[in-house]
């Protein structure tokens, strides 16, 4: 079956609204072909950059999240975070004009503070240019992690309290949730890791909770659409219950 027959396959079923991705592996690709790492990480934006207009051209997927730079990876050696702080810099200016042209809309969550300069400077310009796009929402976490967002809102909901402008007595998730990055954004529908490894890796863990996980073998610089159809595929086929029962197996309760 063809890759235009696949993806009118996909679309018979439902379409996740929000694929988030740990795109893993770039290293050991590089490794594998006998590059320097540097060089899984430049294959690796370019798969990231056909995947977004393959998702927002075919599938219409409103919101894709990718795990760009974790609050861990400034522990890498200084050679290679100042080459993907680079990379980040250039794929952002080379893409700018592709964003609008296709109607993206970029956003970031994370502390964009320790970014380089010119880094945060060509991330915050394309986050203001594109604010009016509404076509595909494409969230990069930039310097960020999960536990520490999640440590964020809540030094957020005690200055409230302090400052009396909140009360305990009304804390809920909502209100929770709206102390974090982007609380506009829907939970991720589905999350794809690639590399084998199956792990969450401190990404995105409150919005995780009811989120179908996906893991494939494949490194990210060999990731493909074929790849993402199959997700789709395994993701479709599943029941998404949210912690409740089916209505047969409650019948069969009562």
Known sequence: ???????????????????????????????????ERSKGHKKGSEVAENLIEFASHELSIKFMTFYTFSTENWS?????????MALLKDFLQKKEFKFMKNNVKLRVIGDLSQLPRK?????????????????????????YGGRQEILRATKKIIEGVKEGRTHLSNLSEETFRSKMFAPDIPDPDLLIRTSGEERISNFL??????????????LWPAFAPEHLLDAIFEYQSRERRYGQVKDKERNRQQ
Request: no cysteine.
């Open 205 to 218: 863990l409150w919005q995780v909770a009811y989120t179908e996980l996906w893991f494939t073998d494949t």
């Open 119 to 143: 880094t945060s400077m060509i991330v915050k310009r394309t986050v203001e240019k594109t604010a009016k796009n509404d076509g595909l929402q494409l969230v990069m976490a930039l310097n």
């Open 76 to 84: 890498r050696p200084s050679r290679e975070v100042k080459f993907l």
């Open 1 to 35: 079956m063809g890759l235009q027959d696949r993806v009118k396959r996909a679309k018979k079923g439902k379409i996740p609204e929000h694929v988030a991705i740990i795109p893993d592996g770039n290293g050991r690709w590089a490794k594998n072909h006998g590059y």
